[in-house]
């Protein structure tokens, strides 16, 4: 069974400052991962999707690699702005059952 | 290109009632999802639709859960005899799809549901 986990559960950093969020999964044999953003009360806004056999993808600020034989996955987050503030997710896609989700990492970016 | 959406936003409704959600999908979407989250948790999978018809279920979805997508287009979630355990975000996603590949998850602001 599929399982995601992401690293830290909660982060809170300065205006300005890079970071890197982490998610793990323990079945590599995955088709896709992809980064979600969730503000709190609402639905999830995909950020950036990345298949197999790719090994990053970067959408302005951010930037999402995968390395799919050590299950992990990175987003990284450049010059980090308060409206980043929100909860990310992790998700693998196996195959077998639609997207399975990590809890998240929630962030607080600080003025 | 007006997104997902679902309806009601909210709902509260009292322990043993039924209560029934609708997701409307982006047009072009033939894959529809329903998911539950509750708070501190991510999504967790409850059944999927490729165009009307119902692929797979989780076991989460016990027998007072039902979906429906009559015509492929929008679907309903019905809860029957809620209990206080089914309050959480319900929600609802789309996809296009290609052959052996997950195209990129759109969702909808979900529903609400609070069980008193």
């Known amino acids: 069974k599929q399982e995601v986990t992401q690293i830290p559960a909660a982060l809170s950093v300065p205006e300005g400052e890079n970071l890197v969020l982490n998610c793990s999964f323990t079945d590599s044999a995955i088709y896709n991962l992809q980064w979600f953003r969730q503000d709190p009360g609402k639905g999830l806004t995909s950020l950036l999707l990345?298949?197999?056999?790719?090994r990053e993808q970067t959408s302005g600020r951010l930037n999402a690699s995968l390395d799919k034989s050590s299950g992990r996955s990175t987003l990284y987050i450049a010059a980090s702005q308060p409206g980043d503030s929100a909860t990310y997710l992790c998700?693998?896609?196996?195959?077998?059952?639609?997207?399975?989700f990590g809890k998240g990492t929630r962030l607080s970016v600080i003025a | 290109d007006t997104g997902v959406s679902q309806n009601p936003r909210h709902k509260i409704t009292k322990r043993g009632q039924n209560v029934t959600f609708r997701c409307d999908p982006i047009?072009?979407?033939?894959?529809l999802y329903w998911y539950r989250q509750t708070l501190g948790q991510g999504p967790e999978f409850l059944t999927y639709?490729?165009?009307?018809?119902?692929?797979?279920k989780s076991r989460l979805l016990s027998d007072r859960f039902s979906a429906e997508r009559p015509k492929g287009s929008f679907s309903t979630l019905e809860i029957q005899r809620t209990e206080q355990g089914d309050s959480a975000m319900y929600l609802c996603?789309?996809?296009?799809?290609?052959?052996?590949?997950?195209?990129?998850?759109?969702f909808g602001s979900g529903t609400q549901l609070s069980v008193l």
């Open positions: 998700a693998v896609f196996s195959g077998n059952t639609p997207l399975v």
């Open positions: 047009s072009e979407h033939n894959r």
């Open positions: 639709f490729q165009n009307e018809a119902q692929l797979e």
């Open positions: 996603a789309s996809s296009g799809d290609r052959p052996g590949r997950l195209e990129k998850l759109f």
């Open positions: 990345i298949q197999s056999s790719q």
